[in-house]
């Protein structure tokens, strides 16, 4: 596709229960990041994926985050046993070095 | 560290006027510095990206300074229309030893343009 694409669009669930967030981010794109972004907030980083080096995990808030990038390309965001606090507009964003960052349109994460 | 300060945190005026929003940055060893537009409830859309060796960057109606040696780049806006409300962030990109890419964001700058 054109751009990076995020699934699913929205995503409200029960506290306790697992999610996946998924990103298809730009073809050829070598280096993926997933924010999270809380309402009226500024932008929170998560992890980091830059080609098949390991990935950047230092944003990640609890070990009940988790993510995943196959083959270099689609990467998957799971948080297990969900909290309220963990709601939140979750962003991913790809590019090449010196290129400019582009960014999914996010899931917006609802736990009730 | 290295912090991001965009000022003002909130702008508001009238249609057509120019005005400047601000970005600060504590280490000067950048790599590229890109400004994005947040509607409410989207993503981010990138609006210009300034490599370290540029010193400016135009498309349409924005002008993106770049003064490393200060620490300071600036998006100017010219003739501001209300579709121009937003909220405006900058961001740094610093190139580790790692060849990681370290980004870090301002808080933002929210604009409100009246007709």
């Known amino acids: 596709g054109a751009g990076v694409s995020q699934s699913p669009s929205n995503k409200v669930t029960e506290k306790g229960k697992d999610v996946e967030l998924r990103c298809d981010p730009i073809s050829g794109h070598t280096a993926l990041y997933w924010y999270r972004q809380s309402l009226g907030q500024g932008l929170e980083f998560l992890i980091y994926?830059?080609?098949?080096?390991?990935?950047?995990k230092s944003g990640l808030p609890s070990d009940r985050f988790s993510a995943e990038r196959t083959g270099g390309s689609v990467s998957t965001l799971t948080i297990q046993r969900t909290q309220q606090e963990d709601s939140a507009v979750y962003l991913c964003?790809?590019?090449?070095?010196?290129?400019?960052?582009?960014f999914g349109n996010g899931t917006r994460l609802t736990v009730t | 560290k290295q912090e991001v300060t965009q000022i003002p945190a909130a702008l508001s005026v009238p249609e057509g006027e120019n005005l400047v929003l601000n970005c600060s940055f504590t280490?000067?060893?950048?790599?590229?510095l890109q400004w994005f537009r947040q509607d409410p409830g989207k993503g981010l859309t990138s609006l210009l990206l300034i490599q370290s060796s540029q010193r400016e960057q135009t498309s349409g109606r924005l002008n993106a300074s770049l003064d490393k040696s200060s620490g300071r780049s600036t998006l100017y806006i010219a003739a501001s229309q209300p579709g121009d409300s937003a909220t405006y962030l900058c961001?740094?990109?610093?190139?580790?030893?790692?060849?990681?890419?370290?980004?870090?964001f301002g808080t933002g700058t929210r604009l409100l343009v009246s007709p």
């Open positions: 280490d000067s060893a950048i790599y590229n």
């Open positions: 994926f830059q080609g098949n080096s390991a990935p950047d």
């Open positions: 961001a740094v990109r610093y190139l580790m030893n790692t060849g990681f890419q370290k980004l870090v």
């Open positions: 964003a790809s590019s090449n070095r010196g290129s400019p960052l582009h």
